[in-house]
């Protein structure tokens, strides 16, 4: 079992910046892979970046350029982070931490946290 909580959302103005966090814990000594999920109003939930174990990244194509993730092995906790710089309406959505294995492809398990809301005003 895997808990993760997110936190860091907010409402921001175009062009502006937000870092999120999502801290998880539990069976945590194996996660190989965190990413970020987003799902806006009508949409599917989409992949928005992830970071191996060992500091490989990917993203979306939607995002590149202009959001980065990072990420903290701690002891007993693994923290990662999504900042997003040069913010755009359509980034609006919850964002979502999730845990899995693989990148490119990512592949997701079934623990989510109950998400974040980011708000981008024009």
């Known amino acids: 079992q895997v808990q993760l909580v997110e936190s860091g959302g907010g409402l921001v103005q175009a062009g502006g910046s937000l870092r999120l966090s999502c801290a998880a814990s539990g069976s945590i000594f194996s996660i190989p892979t965190m990413a970020w999920y987003r799902q806006a109003p009508g949409k599917q939930r989409e992949l928005v970046a992830a970071?191996?174990?060992?500091?490989?990244?990917?993203?979306a194509d939607s995002v590149k350029g202009r959001f980065t993730i990072s990420r903290d092995n701690a002891k007993n906790t693994v923290s990662v982070y999504l900042q997003m710089n040069s913010l755009k309406p359509e980034d609006t959505a919850v964002y979502y931490c999730?845990?899995?294995?693989?990148?490119?492809?990512?592949?997701?398990?079934?623990?989510w946290g109950q998400g974040t809301q980011v708000t981008v005003s024009s």
């Open positions: 999730n845990a899995g294995f693989g990148i490119r492809p990512f592949k997701s398990w079934d623990y």
């Open positions: 970071i191996t174990g060992g500091g490989i990244t990917d993203f």
